[in-house]
């Protein structure tokens, strides 16, 4: 197969290096992304008198026929010709005759591929948003569900203070939430227009990217068309966003793993979504919540892959650059599939509010209300810290639980105390007193509810 640049070389090359260069094999996905560019640039070719109207109509209605043809699975994609944007225009050739070899003036397979780049990943982007939403919506209304159950919050993996369970699973809606506020901004600087810069150094053509622009729904044109080639800036944000996204899941698969065990015993996770073991009958593992743990570390080696490719590359365009796609591609696919199987996994999970609410009146958990108690009543929480911290340390020497107090053992810690605190030894009380702003309490859990709902609608 004749090489596009076949005439400046004498001979053909190397099946080897055909082989060894090739990105058919992974950049075909960027087909309909390829050839939705390729027709905005054909039809600005035939509005500038670049190409005639007839030879820019001849084009467009070729590439269509060549999606349809992609779309129907009939389309051949030959390794010889390297690369989606050389297949496509070689079919083009062959359906049109000679016209088809119009279609490459002004422009590069530089400023192309970029192009087309940035058209799958914003299509990509607002895809992964859509999902974050949907996950969103689901942990959202199993949260207004569970205004009622009580468990233990924790710091250091120890039992801290009583929370509720809906108040818990809040916190990943937030934490989606900023990770869909980072992919909207990102699309910001993705929602550039690179084609026109062509290799690297723009056109003695009087091309129209503005026209372009506006085919292809671009709010911005690239401003300086060296930079517009070597740029992959989009990429390195969009896995830094999709890093931070999975670190969210993975800590929250972390937390299923965690609940789902006999020591914890919070939830059972449905059969849909759990396996056995190949040698111990009783086993049931949570090992679709494992591999969105695991899979993070994919993701975080896909950014860090692409940042040592683009790191110190001399601009403009390098092959080197071939390999931004492998990594986004699997980063695509690795989130998506991620937020797939939580958000039909997360009804599929049996809360045991019985065993939690047991859980978050041990360990001592209501001690920070004593102090706040102590507060309350004029001791300084220096004080009041240490005064609890001694009733706690009474309560491990003598194995008792702070509920089992009497009231005479209490008052020998502080004069302050008096009957009136053995409500604020309950974790139900607890909760319900945490009424400051982003707090735990069934009033400000219902507000944050309300306010997701609001958000999250339509």
Same mark, same amino acid.
């Given at each position: 197969?004749?090489?596009?640049?076949?005439?400046?070389?004498?001979?053909?090359?190397?099946?080897?290096?055909?082989?060894?260069?090739?990105?058919?094999?992974?950049?075909?996905? #960027?087909?309909?992304?390829?050839?939705?560019?390729?027709? &905005?640039?054909?039809?600005?070719?035939?509005?500038?008198?670049?190409?005639?109207?007839?030879?820019?109509?001849?084009?467009?209605?070729?590439? $269509? /026929?060549?999606?349809?043809?992609?779309?129907?699975?009939?389309?051949?994609?030959?390794?010889?010709?390297?690369?989606?944007?050389?297949?496509?225009? *070689?079919?083009?050739?062959?359906?049109?005759?000679?016209?088809?070899?119009?279609?490459?003036?002004?422009?590069?397979?530089?400023?192309?591929?970029?192009?087309?780049?940035?058209?799958?990943?914003?299509?990509?982007?607002?895809?992964?948003?859509?999902?974050?939403?949907?996950?969103?919506?689901?942990?959202?209304?199993?949260?207004?569900?569970?205004?009622?159950?009580?468990?233990?919050?924790?710091?250091?993996?120890?039992?801290?203070?009583?929370?509720?369970?809906?108040?818990?699973?809040?916190?990943?809606?937030?934490?989606?939430?900023?990770?869909?506020? $980072?992919?909207?901004?990102?699309?910001?600087?993705?929602?550039?227009?690179?084609?026109?810069?062509?290799?690297?150094?723009?056109?003695?053509?009087?091309?129209?990217? %503005?026209?372009? *622009?506006?085919?292809?729904?671009?709010?911005?044109?690239?401003?300086?068309?060296?930079?517009?080639?070597?740029?992959?800036?989009? %990429?390195?944000?969009?896995?830094?966003?999709?890093?931070?996204?999975?670190?969210?899941?993975?800590?929250?698969?972390? /937390?299923?793993?965690?609940?789902?065990?006999?020591?914890?015993? =919070?939830?059972?996770?449905?059969?849909?979504?759990?396996?056995?073991?190949?040698?111990?009958?009783?086993?049931?593992?949570?090992?679709?919540?494992?591999?969105?743990?695991?899979?993070?570390?994919?993701?975080?080696?896909?950014?860090? &892959?692409? =940042?040592?490719?683009?790191? &110190? #590359?001399? #601009?403009?365009?390098?092959?080197?650059?071939?390999?931004?796609?492998?990594?986004?591609?699997?980063?695509?696919?690795?989130?998506?599939?991620?937020?797939?199987?939580?958000?039909?996994?997360?009804? /599929?999970?049996?809360?045991?509010?019985? $065993?939690?609410?047991?859980?978050?009146?041990?360990?001592?958990?209501? %001690?920070?209300?004593? *102090?706040?108690?102590?507060?309350?009543?004029?001791?300084? =929480?220096? /004080?009041?810290?240490?005064?609890?911290?001694?009733?706690?340390?009474?309560?491990?020497?003598?194995?008792?639980?702070?509920?089992?107090?009497?009231?005479?053992? #209490?008052?020998?810690?502080?004069?302050?105390?008096?009957?009136?605190?053995?409500?604020?030894?309950?974790?139900?009380?607890?909760?319900?007193?945490?009424?400051?702003?982003?707090?735990?309490?069934?009033?400000?859990?219902?507000?944050?509810?309300?306010?997701?709902?609001?958000?999250?609608?339509?």
């Amino acid at each position: 197969m004749k090489k596009p640049w076949a005439g400046r070389f004498k001979q053909r090359t190397s099946c080897a290096v055909e082989s060894f260069t090739e990105s058919i094999s992974f950049d075909k996905r #960027l087909w309909r992304h390829d050839i939705e560019g390729s027709i &905005a640039h054909a039809k600005m070719l035939g509005k500038q008198g670049i190409i005639s109207k007839k030879d820019s109509l001849a084009i467009v209605r070729g590439l $269509r /026929e060549i999606g349809g043809e992609i779309s129907a699975e009939k389309f051949h994609f030959r390794s010889e010709l390297e690369d989606i944007h050389m297949n496509i225009e *070689a079919a083009l050739v062959k359906k049109i005759g000679p016209t088809g070899k119009k279609l490459h003036t002004a422009r590069s397979r530089n400023d192309q591929v970029t192009l087309d780049l940035r058209l799958y990943l914003r299509e990509e982007t607002r895809s992964i948003i859509s999902l974050i939403t949907k996950l969103q919506r689901t942990i959202l209304k199993i949260s207004g569900e569970h205004l009622n159950t009580i468990m233990p919050g924790y710091t250091h993996l120890q039992r801290a203070q009583p929370v509720l369970l809906s108040h818990y699973l809040l916190a990943y809606v937030e934490m989606l939430q900023r990770d869909k506020n $980072r992919f909207e901004d990102s699309l910001c600087r993705m929602d550039v227009l690179p084609l026109g810069a062509c290799a690297l150094a723009g056109t003695s053509l009087p091309t129209d990217r %503005a026209y372009v *622009a506006e085919l292809l729904g671009f709010k911005a044109i690239a401003g300086n068309s060296i930079d517009a080639v070597s740029d992959r800036d989009f %990429a390195l944000e969009f896995l830094a966003c999709a890093s931070i996204t999975v670190m969210h899941l993975s800590r929250l698969a972390e /937390e299923l793993v965690l609940w789902s065990t006999e020591e914890f015993k =919070f939830i059972e996770i449905s059969d849909a979504f759990t396996t056995g073991s190949s040698i111990m009958p009783q086993k049931k593992n949570p090992d679709v919540a494992e591999l969105i743990r695991g899979r993070g570390g994919r993701v975080y080696g896909n950014m860090f &892959a692409l =940042f040592t490719i683009m790191k &110190a #590359l001399p #601009l403009s365009y390098n092959r080197d650059m071939q390999e931004d796609k492998p990594p986004v591609f699997d980063t695509v696919d690795t989130i998506k599939s991620c937020l797939e199987v939580l958000a039909e996994m997360f009804p /599929e999970i049996t809360f045991n509010t019985e $065993r939690m609410y047991l859980s978050a009146g041990e360990g001592y958990s209501t %001690a920070t209300d004593i *102090a706040e108690y102590l507060v309350k009543k004029g001791v300084p =929480f220096r /004080e009041a810290h240490e005064i609890t911290g001694k009733i706690v340390l009474y309560c491990l020497t003598n194995q008792k639980a702070l509920t089992c107090l009497k009231l005479k053992e #209490l008052k020998s810690f502080s004069p302050f105390i008096a009957k009136d605190i053995y409500p604020v030894l309950e974790p139900s009380e607890s909760v319900r007193a945490r009424s400051s702003y982003g707090g735990t309490s069934p009033s400000e859990v219902m507000r944050q509810i309300r306010h997701y709902r609001k958000i999250l609608a339509g």
